[in-house]
Every structure is written in structure tokens, then in C-alpha cells.
């Protein structure tokens, strides 16, 4: 209790069920009305049993990272502050980190230091696209990373899994596929909600499942108070007003209902109708405030509506317009709160939000069905809400709690979505595009594809492309696939994508705009309005904000490579990296699926990551990007103090696939007696992230050259760590060849071997990964 007092203030007092959860653990499931602090009890009780608890043992098997998943952007910024004022209040330094896409500096911070105590929250978008190796917004090079420690030593919480969609399966296969493949640190998930289907199994995880509920010393306190809370349910009548009539019907109906001095929430089934009932609002000349919170703004306006919609209403009151983003977990309270017709599960949160701390009188719940017309439903099913039409008829006149909406619909039908199998999942470990640039969608498994977004943002180009730096994340906007097209097609307004394999800005085509992708628009050609969020008919010049200062990570490029503040020898940086790899695994704890051969190939994997450096190309290219700073000797360098980006010539070469060439060469005897050397060889080759299971040249490459690499070429002598010297030889690429002996084909082996799997070798590569950043820091030098 007084470590609660602590975090939340001296006025909070857990509820009984959140001390259970801090003595007895996070269950698989949390079965718990909305407005019964599920926060607090995701947060808290792990904070507590993995830093205070007094059982050593207790903070021992506490797993380290604490990953809350929500289903709207909106509640992942309120739940945000609110985690932050509690960390600190506490005063342990527990970092905070948002899964957003974008350019950001946290992703770094998290990556390097993965042995820290940390907690995450995003939404379920970012986080099962990262934890399914296809992140969201995020560079391809840093797909592998981000897989590799999200599915290592984390507590996932998954919030008001009714509103998950395929979300709610492909967590749970994921949770199974970790327990049936082996992880190097165990992983679990705890999936909360007042309306948590009765079975949670998918053919990949059947086990039984630890259920906490509420029980009879919860309903009794102080939180009886809101679990009895009632709203009356009536319908709005609107007549039969048509799609186009709808708005201004729907809004003349809300400011006769809307009270003075209350808040009033209007929730919508789709943006379209929210913009369209805000206008009509501003129109209908109402003394309340009015305010729009949808999913389609830049994180700032959205902050900004977000703050609005939640102030003290005035005399007049507020009337906020909204869509799904305020259903869940958004810590607000109505008297009045006006629905259309959507899921069962997706009214009873709604509800939530109406008379939530129980001290309205008289709140009111008032439905509405959307108007006719083609896709009227969108972005529901006709039958979903049809059902909910009859219950909510039945239910007309009556007085009603959370509890009593949750028992009127039992009969609801779960719908069916796609599931993630395990060939999928191995399919997925290999983040190389197909032959046409494509890659695996794997939003099916993540959300409903009617619903499907890309991020956008708004620039006034530069002259040159080559200098127009990444997306932050503070510039980006969720908005439609289908409206972006649109935009494109007919020429509304002109769009970039950044092509990491050619490392370069391009004219963005239709085709380019899917889930994933981020697509830079014209600022002066419009797009979005702060006060509506994105909009496509807007020609008004959008505000573009300042970008960060980095250039994207392509394919080709070597960010780590440059920058430094002195010139760093070749064999110093190899020794610094084992030496942090082996720090990293000391640090990381218990690692419970990894074995000692494993363990040393990450340190030996981080000795040699960059021998491939002992290359005429790549030295050629170092000195020609620091000519003003020129090398105190002759020597091999891994790190050059140059301010300009690396260019290789020829431009496709990487120095990994020599490395991983070299340690191939059994003449070498670097990896004599070694017992896991096909493991060295993929941590040394996969260490950037660019290069890991398929390896094939360039379209404008010669046969004899793959990568930049040709066939026959010499490397030069490369003194190592412990004082020998690697004397030149020939490089064959023979291994990147099709075949048994491959580099391809064993690295497939791995990915398949009981002992490793996905999992644990996506772990050891980011280990390798975090070990050379870590190394790399020491220089001064970009941590990327």
C-alpha cells in the first residue's frame, strides 16, 4: 500500500484485487470491469515484485522489460503521463519508451542498454508488427533488433482485448509459438478486460489459463461505488434522415440533449462521420465547447484534443466528438453519452465512459443506428450491429451498470480472422524484400483490414533529396491507404518513400502506400488541418514541423562508421565489442534458453564482426569521406572521424559479408575448435541487420560480385585483439551461392535447430547488435 501511496499519491489506495496481483503475480488473464484501475494493476504490481519485493527470488523471476499494449494512440499518450508521473514519484529512474515509428532517440537508448528495467507501451500495431518482425514505420535494418529483444524477458499486458481483432489471436499464438520454439528468456502475457472471451486458445496455445476477477472484498470498497454507477438507455430518435442528412440531424439532436456544465461524448464509428457532426456542431452554434478526438492527427494536435477533451467543462459544458479512440481505457466521464450501434463488447466500454466514477445523476446512454446507405456499417459487420440493435431494445428504460451490460449480450459471436502459424512466424525471420521489392503484409494478423492506416508526413522539400534527413515521429500521422491512393492518383499532391535498398527518396506511387510504409506529402499541397486532423479535400498549406537531425538508414549505409571524434584501430574496436558482448550477457541475468556454446559464439561473434573492415574498398572509402582528418598512421581503422556519409565504390559493397566470408575460410583457424561456428558466422554477417538470411547481389551488379565483394579480390592484414595478425587472402563466394554449403542455407539450419529457433537467435543477434552500439558510444560515435 504505502509503495502505491508512493507512485500514485498519498490519496490512492489499491484495490483488493491489485494487492493480490502484487503478492501473487500478473495472471493470464485480468477479467475486470472498466474504471477499475487496470493500469495501476499492469504497472504497479510487476514494478513492485521485480525492484521492492522482499523475496530476492520474487525480483529474480520478475521478468525485466513490461510491455502495456493498447488499441488506440490516444490512450497510449494518457496512459504515458500518467506511468511517467508514477516512475517519477518513485524516483527509481525506470525508463518510459513509447513504440511509435520514426526517427527517435529513445529506440537506441532501449536497444543498447537491453539489460535495464524498462516498461513500453504502444499500440497493438507497433508493438505485434515489431514482435512479428516487420515493424511499423521502423527501418528495415531495424526490424531483426527489435524482434529479438521484445520476445526475450518481457511481461506483455495486452488492454481491452475486445478491440483487439486478429490482434487477440496473433498474441496468443505468438505467446504459444514462444513456449513450443524456446526463447532465450521466458516471455508471458496477461490479456485484461471486462468482456475477455470465455475461451483463450488458438491450436498453439491450449493450456490452462490463471483467471483474477473481482471478488466479493473488491465489490464491497471503494470501488463498489463505480461498479454500481448506472446510466439510462434510450434511444435517440432521428427520424430517417439519409447519409447526407445524418450530421446535421445527429448534431441538433446532441446540443438539445447535451446538459450545461457537463460533458457530453459523442462516439462515432468512423472519422468521415465524426468531422461531419463536428462541423455541424460548430454550425449548430452551440455556447459548449466542442472538441474532435480522432486516431488521424499528428501526435501534438492529438495531445492538444486529447487535453481539451478532458478539462472541467465550463458553464456551458463540452460536448467532445470522437471515434473508437476514446472506448478504452481513456480515464473520462460523461452525463451524457451518445453511441451509434457497434459490437457488443465495443458499447459496453462506451458505456465505461458514462457516469464512470458514479457520481453523475441521472446519465444517460443514448444509441443511435448509423444511416443507410453502402458500406453504412463500416467499419463493423451488418450482423454485429444488428445484435446489438435487439439488445439494446431490450434493454430500453432501464437503468443499467457495466456488470449488466456484460451479462445482456452472452450470445455474441466472436468473429473469425486470419491466424499466425508457425511457418508464417519462420517465414517472417528473413527481413529481405522478394525479388520485386515487396514484402510478407503482415497486417492481416494485426488488425481488420478494413481498417488499415499508413503513416504519413508533410515537408516543403529540398533542393537536394539526398539531404532531406529521416521521419521523426513527431511528424507523423496515421491516415487511410485508400485516401493517400486517392491523393496520388489524381495528382492532389505529390509523395516520397525513402528505398533502403537503393538508399535513396523516390517518387511514391499508389502502390507504395501500405501498412508500414512512410510517405513524406507536399506540404504545400495540404492534407490536414490541426483542428480536423488529416484531411484529404483540405488544399490549405500544411505547417511542417522540424525533422530530426539524422539521415534515413539505407540498405548502404554505415552510420555507425562515421562521426567519431578520433580515428579508432581496427583491433581495439573488436576487442572493446567482445568486451561489451560479454558484459551483456553477464548483465542480462538468467538466460535460461541459451547454452555456454551459445553464449561464447555472441562474444566471438562480436570479436570478428568487423574483420571484414580489412578490405582495400572499405578502407578506400573511409579516407575519402575524412580527408580533413587525416590518420595519425598506417593501420587497419573501423571508425573514422569524417562527418560525411560513407560511399562505397562499388556502392553495394558490405563489409559484414566479408566478415562472414573470412570466418568461413577454414584456413583462417579463427574458428578451429570452435563449437558453434555456423552461429559465429550469422552474428557476424547479420551484425547491421541488412544482410542475414538471403544473400544475392544487385540488379547492377556483375555475376562475379555480390554486394560489392568480387570474386577472387584480396583483403590486406588484419591485426586482431589478441596481437596476431590475419594475414590477406582471396575471398571465394561460394558461400553465397545456393546450396547445402550456403551461407543461406545454414543460416535456415539455425533458424530451424531445436536448440535455437527464431527466438533465441534473433536474441544473440541483437546481443552482437547492442554490443557494437555499446562499443561504438565510446567513440563519440552514431549509436543507430
Not at 174 to 183: A, F, I, M, P, S
Not at 347 to 368: E, F, H, K, S, Y
Request: net charge negative; aromatic share 6%.
Amino acid at each position: 500500500m504505502e509503495f502505491v501511496r508512493a507512485a500514485a499519491g498519498p490519496e490512492t489506495v489499491p484495490y483488493p484485487y491489485q494487492r493480490r496481483l502484487a503478492e501473487e503475480g500478473l495472471p493470464d488473464v485480468l477479467r475486470v470491469p472498466t474504471g477499475s484501475g487496470k493500469t495501476l494493476a499492469a504497472v504497479l504490481p510487476w514494478l513492485f515484485r521485480r525492484t521492492r519485493h522482499p523475496d530476492p527470488a520474487v525480483r529474480a523471476e520478475t521478468l525485466r522489460w513490461l510491455v502495456v499494449v493498447l488499441p488506440q494512440r490516444t490512450l497510449v499518450e494518457q496512459t504515458v503521463t500518467v506511468v511517467r508521473g508514477w516512475m517519477a514519484n518513485l524516483g527509481d529512474g525506470i525508463p518510459v519508451h513509447v513504440l511509435m515509428g520514426g526517427e527517435d532517440p529513445e529506440d537506441a537508448d532501449w536497444k543498447r542498454d537491453p539489460q535495464r528495467e524498462r516498461i513500453f507501451i504502444g499500440t497493438q500495431d507497433m508493438v505485434l508488427s515489431r514482435v512479428l518482425m516487420r515493424g511499423f514505420a521502423e527501418s528495415r535494418a531495424g526490424w531483426p533488433m527489435s524482434f529479438g529483444l521484445l520476445n526475450a524477458g518481457v511481461q506483455f499486458v495486452f488492454d481491452e482485448v475486445q478491440l483487439m481483432g486478429p490482434g487477440l489471436t496473433t498474441s496468443l499464438q505468438l505467446q504459444g509459438l514462444r513456449e513450443l520454439l524456446g526463447v532465450a528468456q521466458p516471455c508471458r502475457s496477461m490479456w485484461m478486460s471486462a468482456t475477455v472471451p470465455s475461451e483463450l486458445s488458438t491450436v498453439d496455445f491450449r493450456r490452462v489459463l490463471r483467471v483474477v476477477g473481482l471478488d466479493d472484498e473488491d465489490r464491497a470498497g471503494a470501488l463498489g461505488v463505480r461498479l454500481d454507477a448506472g446510466r439510462t438507455v434510450r434511444r435517440l430518435d432521428l427520424g430517417e434522415p439519409d447519409a447526407k442528412r445524418y450530421p446535421r440531424v445527429l448534431a441538433e439532436r446532441v446540443v438539445a440533449q447535451h446538459r450545461p456544465g457537463t460533458r457530453t461524448l459523442v462516439v462515432l464509428n468512423t472519422v468521415d462521420r465524426a468531422v461531419q457532426v463536428f462541423d455541424a456542431l460548430a454550425r449548430a452554434g452551440t455556447e459548449a465547447g466542442v472538441v474532435l478526438v480522432h486516431s488521424r492527427f499528428r501526435p501534438d494536435d492529438r495531445a492538444e484534443h486529447i487535453e481539451r477533451a478532458l478539462q472541467q467543462p465550463g458553464p456551458a459544458g463540452l460536448i467532445v466528438v470522437s471515434t473508437q479512440v476514446l472506448e478504452a481505457g481513456v480515464d473520462v466521464t460523461s452525463e451524457t453519452l451518445v453511441t451509434e450501434t457497434a459490437p457488443w463488447s465495443s458499447i459496453v466500454q462506451r458505456a465505461g465512459r458514462c457516469n464512470r466514477d458514479g457520481q453523475a445523476r441521472g446519465a444517460r446512454l443514448l444509441w443511435t443506428v448509423p444511416p443507410p446507405g453502402r458500406g453504412a456499417s463500416l467499419p463493423y459487420d451488418d450482423d454485429e450491429l444488428q445484435h446489438t440493435e435487439q439488445v439494446l431494445r431490450r434493454l430500453e428504460g432501464r437503468t443499467v451498470t457495466s456488470t449488466d451490460l456484460v451479462e445482456a449480450a452472452r450470445d455474441a459471436t466472436l468473429p473469425v480472422h486470419p491466424v499466425l502459424r508457425r511457418r508464417d512466424l519462420l517465414d517472417l525471420f528473413d527481413t529481405a524484400p522478394d525479388l520485386s521489392g515487396n514484402d510478407i503484409d503482415v497486417s492481416p494478423f494485426i488488425r481488420d483490414t478494413r481498417d488499415s492506416t499508413v503513416s504519413v508526413a508533410w515537408r516543403t522539400w529540398p533542393d537536394d533529396l539526398a539531404d532531406m534527413p529521416a521521419v521523426g515521429r513527431r511528424e507523423l500521422c496515421p491516415a487511410p491507404i485508400a485516401g493517400v491512393q486517392d491523393m496520388l492518383r489524381h495528382k492532389v499532391t505529390r509523395g516520397l518513400v525513402y528505398d533502403h535498398l537503393r538508399g535513396e527518396w523516390r517518387w511514391a506511387r499508389p502502390e507504395d502506400v501500405r501498412p508500414g510504409a512512410i510517405v513524406v506529402l507536399d506540404a504545400d499541397r495540404g492534407g490536414y488541418r490541426p483542428e480536423y486532423g488529416f484531411d484529404p479535400n483540405s488544399r490549405a498549406a500544411v505547417d511542417p514541423l522540424i525533422p530530426p537531425e539524422t539521415l534515413p538508414d539505407a540498405v548502404e549505409s554505415d552510420p555507425q562508421t562515421v562521426g567519431c571524434r578520433r580515428w579508432v584501430p581496427l583491433a581495439e574496436h573488436l576487442a572493446d565489442t567482445e568486451r561489451e558482448a560479454r558484459n551483456l550477457v553477464e548483465r542480462l541475468g538468467e538466460l535460461p534458453g541459451l547454452t555456454d556454446p551459445h553464449r561464447e559464439a555472441i562474444a566471438l561473434a562480436a570479436r570478428y564482426h568487423d574483420i571484414g573492415k580489412a578490405h582495400p574498398v572499405f578502407a578506400r572509402s573511409l579516407e575519402k569521406i575524412a580527408a580533413d582528418y587525416p590518420t595519425p598512421e598506417d593501420g587497419i581503422w573501423a571508425k573514422s572521424p569524417g562527418q560525411r556519409p560513407l560511399r562505397h565504390e562499388p556502392r553495394h559493397f558490405r563489409h559484414e559479408l566479408v566478415s562472414a566470408l573470412l570466418l568461413r575460410d577454414e584456413t583462417t583457424g579463427l574458428l578451429e575448435a570452435v563449437e558453434e561456428p555456423d552461429l559465429v558466422v550469422y552474428l557476424a554477417l547479420a551484425h547491421h541487420g541488412k544482410v542475414r538470411l538471403t544473400v544475392r547481389g544487385r540488379p547492377d551488379e556483375p555475376a562475379d560480385q555480390i554486394l560489392g565483394v568480387t570474386d577472387g579480390e584480396s583483403t590486406v592484414d588484419c591485426p586482431l585483439p589478441n596481437g596476431t595478425v590475419l594475414r590477406a587472402r582471396p575471398l571465394s563466394l561460394a558461400p553465397t551461392r545456393m546450396g547445402r554449403d550456403s551461407l543461406t542455407a545454414q543460416a535456415l539450419a539455425l533458424r530451424d535447430r531445436e536448440d535455437l529457433g527464431p527466438f533465441r537467435l534473433a536474441f544473440c543477434e541483437a546481443v552482437v547488435r547492442a554490443a557494437d552500439w555499446r562499443a561504438s558510444a565510446g567513440y563519440d560515435g552514431s549509436a543507430r
